[in-house]
């Protein structure tokens, strides 16, 4: 009798367990996916303040709306300057036949 009880309290303290496991692993699931949520919507905030800012910034979106990549457009100025000075001088004809 006695290895019935034991038995039986296993089982029990068993599913007392899963259940509490369960509940706390459904619950966890729930507010991660709120913060996720969460998370995603302040992000596309920002994202969407960057671009309306005039910042040179563009997203791509897919159909739905949502962005799935960035384009920064970019410009450059580039200026050069130069300045060349030489002096000149004649110098004699060297003969092809000589020493030097």
């Known amino acids: 009798m006695e290895m019935i ?14 259940w509490a496991a369960r509940y706390y692993y459904e619950k966890a699931s729930r507010d991660l996916a709120a913060e996720a949520n969460e998370l995603k919507r302040l992000n596309t905030l ?4 960057l671009e309306s800012a005039g910042l040179g910034v ?4 897919d159909d739905e709306g ?17 300045t060349l000075s030489a002096v000149g001088a004649v110098a004699p004809k060297q003969d092809e036949n000589s020493d030097q």
């Open 58 to 61: 563009e997203y791509s979106r």
């Open 5 to 18: 009880f034991a038995l039986v309290g296993i089982v029990v303290g068993g599913l007392i367990t899963w």
């Open 66 to 82: 949502n962005i799935r990549g960035m384009v920064i457009k970019a410009s450059a100025n580039l200026q050069a300057g130069a």
């Open 46 to 49: 920002i994202l969407q303040g």
